[in-house]
């Protein structure tokens, strides 16, 4: 109910077993959602930051779906950091959500984020 999207593929288990899923399969947007929990192990915090914005992402991509269950975790490669004004950064991050015992990832997206340091 979080994403209010309530495709049968998300909440009806009989009916997403007939599709290629085989099962239901978590919102894409829900595991996108994510991001913003994993970002805390990033460990990608410039010093002396406090206060960190969303700016949007240059590009997302859906992979895989995520079966109803399954973990996930998040990786990130910081790209790169422009300081666009006195105290205010611009970041990008390369982010990939893997899931667990899957070849191929959830998702992969390039994510832009401001952080005002003092």
Sequence with gaps: DCTLDHQFI????????QTPF?????????TLSMLAHFSEQF?????????GV????????FIAPVKTGSRIR???????IIEKRPGQFMSKTE???EIEGE???ALKAVWIGMQ???
């Design 10 to 17: 998300h909440i009806d288990p009989e009916k997403a077993a």
């Design 74 to 80: 998040a990786q990130a490669k910081s790209l790169e």
């Design 103 to 105: 070849d191929k990832p």
């Design 54 to 61: 969303n700016y949007g992402f240059d590009s997302v991509r």
């Design 43 to 51: 460990g990608l915090v410039i010093k002396g930051t406090y206060m």
């Design 22 to 30: 085989g099962g239901t399969v978590a919102h894409g947007f829900l």
């Design 95 to 97: 982010v990939t959500v």
């Design 116 to 118: 005002m340091v003092k």
